[in-house]
T-cell receptor
Framework: ETGVTQSPTHLIKTRGQQVTLRCSSQ?????VSWYQQALGQGPQFIFQ???????GRGNFPPRFSGLQFPNYSSELNVNALELDDSALYLC?????????????FGPGTRLTVL | QKEVEQNSGPLSVPEGAIASLNCTYS??????FFWYRQYSGKSPELIMF????GDKEDGRFTAQLNKASQYVSLLIRDSQPSDSATYLC???????????????FGQGTILTVHP
């Protein structure tokens, strides 16, 4: 069984730039959720993708967008980067339809915005 | 009021002791409850989840849930230095089918187990 993978591991961008983060879900899972974790805080839900459509969104502006592909992998895109976007971005994989929807996290992408 | 609250700690216990981590939540529609462990610089790792009132045991870990009090806890028996990490409590309104499963996290409790 292949676990959740994310790329890149680290990324440094400047304010105003755009970034794309990638995630491959665990084998057998059809759903990907994205979370932002600021230093010293718990992860905050950004959105979830199921069947290639956004299936729920947290309190994040539209400049945060995503995609899911037929193989269930996903991308998170952030436009017009701001300093406060510096955080650990986590992708979580799960199987919608299972009773309690356990979510398993990838290693994360550390984004630094200068 | 935060949706999920945890004592940020740090909680310090001696090796071999029982560590008790607590979490309260505000949404009475929450269906399932998760404990994650996060080592410094790493991503959260699922330890266990619980959905029925009472206790659930897995090895040295016991999760306890009281929906009436909106309270969930994690006990770690025979604590080891390797248990030193941040413990995150998360709740989910997921009701099955295709409804979406947003996890709402607390801010985490830092646990230090000293030899």
């Amino acid at each position: 069984e292949t676990g959740v993978t994310q790329s890149p591991t680290h990324l440094i961008k400047t304010r105003g730039q755009q970034v794309t983060l990638r995630c491959s879900s665990q084998s057998g899972h059809n759903t990907v959720s994205w979370y932002q974790q600021a230093l010293g805080q718990g992860p905050q839900f950004i959105f979830q993708y199921y069947r290639e459509e956004e299936n729920g969104r947290g309190n994040f502006p539209p400049r945060f967008s995503g995609l899911q592909f037929p193989n269930y992998s996903s991308e998170l895109n952030v436009n017009a980067l701001e300093l406060d976007d510096s955080a650990l971005y986590l992708c979580a994989s799960s199987q919608t339809g299972e009773s309690y929807n356990e979510q398993f996290f990838g290693p994360g992408t550390r984004l630094t915005v200068l | 009021q935060k949706e999920v609250e945890q004592n940020s700690g740090p909680l310090s216990v001696p090796e071999g002791a029982i560590a008790s981590l607590n979490c309260t939540y505000s949404d009475r529609g929450s269906q399932s409850f998760f404990w994650y462990r996060q080592y410094s610089g790493k991503s959260p790792e699922l330890i266990m989840f619980i959905y029925s009132n009472g206790d659930k045991e897995d090895g040295r870990f016991t999760a306890q849930l009281n929906k009436a009090s909106q309270y969930v806890s994690l006990l770690i028996r025979d604590s080891q230095p390797s248990d030193s990490a941040t413990y995150l409590c998360a709740v989910n309104r997921y009701a099955g089918g295709t409804s979406y499963g947003k996890l709402t996290f607390g801010q985490g409790t830092i646990l230090t187990v000293h030899p």
